[in-house]
């Protein structure tokens, strides 16, 4: 039977909304284990979901196909959990905040946590763009005699030492290298818990466009990736906040250009024999989320 939350959207859209008040809210939430291995564009669409099973009036875009006014701060990657992730959303006619939190507390799938819902200005800067900075926990899952303190605090002390670290990645079909080390402004092991076996370090990043520390990446280098682990964003910093401001003062920014490699060798696409370019097409929702990673 099709899911009637698939037809299409009875929200409100841009064009009804014009003349209609308007609320902007800032949710506060956490993106726990139970749902890290989905994908943004699911993340996106749970959230969409929820909103409209609790009944609320979330606005919509003029287009054929409509999307929500839905803004995340920074999307997480496959894999990853987020202790208070960011979401505004914008409703038309505004919602009491009290009365907002419980019906979307009430709608929320296991696994996904809301902490607070604060309105903000209509015209407020999208909370992506502000982003300067996140900290990190890694929490690798091994017995003592499989991965020992010593041997992690010897690895992170190796990789602090470094001026460079080259890393590759794939983006929409190209590689690129970059250089890790300068995004990592904290590295530090915080200890290990034998009751679930798990050693922490604690990861400190920048966050700006074109330039980010990933968490993964970072496991990667320390040659930890063969071990169990959980990858979980403990805080967003940004440029509009005072307290965020004054601990990244202590910090250099780090340029998309001072990090970037030598272009690798490119792998011929498939089907492609001529060479010639092909055509840019639109581009989707998770390569969008992926512009949150260098």
């Known amino acids: 039977m099709a899911d009637p939350?698939?037809?299409p959207s009875t929200g409100v859209s841009t064009t009804d909304a014009q003349t209609a008040p308007r609320q902007r809210v800032r949710l506060v939430y956490a993106k726990g284990e139970a749902i890290k291995f989905i994908s943004h564009q699911d993340e996106f669409r749970l959230w969409e979901r929820t909103l409209r099973r609790a009944g609320?009036?979330?606005l919509y875009k003029q287009g054929f196909n409509p999307q929500p006014h839905m803004q995340f701060a920074s999307p997480l990657g496959v894999g990853f959990t987020g202790s208070a992730e960011l979401l505004d959303i914008t409703l038309s006619p505004p919602v009491p905040l009290d009365e907002l939190q419980q019906r979307i507390a009430a709608k929320l799938p296991p696994g996904v946590t809301l902490h607070s819902a604060a309105e903000v200005p209509l015209k407020a800067d999208a909370p992506q763009s502000l982003l300067i900075g996140a900290d990190y926990s890694i929490l690798l899952y091994a017995a003592p005699d499989e991965l020992a303190?010593?041997?992690?605090?010897?690895?992170i002390a190796a990789f602090l030492a470094q001026t460079t670290v080259w890393?590759?990645?794939e983006?929409?079909?190209?590689?690129?290298?970059y250089n890790l080390r300068p995004l990592v402004f904290e590295l530090t092991y915080a200890g290990y818990t034998s009751g679930p076996e798990e050693h922490r370090i604690f990861l400190r990043v920048q966050q700006r466009a074109g330039a980010t520390g990933r968490p993964d990446e970072v496991v990667a280098a320390l040659g930890l990736d063969h071990h169990a682990r959980t990858l979980r964003r403990d805080r967003l910093?940004?440029?509009?906040?005072?307290?965020d401001v004054a601990v990244f003062a202590a910090y250099p920014v780090i340029s998309q250009a001072s990090i970037a490699g030598p272009r690798p060798p490119q792998r011929p696409k498939r089907g492609d024999k001529s060479g010639a370019p092909r055509p840019q097409k639109g581009r989707s929702i998770s390569e969008?989320?992926?512009?949150?990673?260098v």
């Open 56 to 58: 609320l009036p979330l």
């Open 288 to 293: 969008r989320a992926g512009d949150e990673f």
């Open 167 to 169: 890393r590759e990645r």
């Open 171 to 177: 983006r929409k079909g190209e590689r690129y290298q």
């Open 237 to 243: 910093y940004f440029a509009d906040r005072p307290e």
């Open 149 to 155: 303190g010593e041997d992690v605090e010897q690895r």
């Open 5 to 7: 939350l698939d037809a």
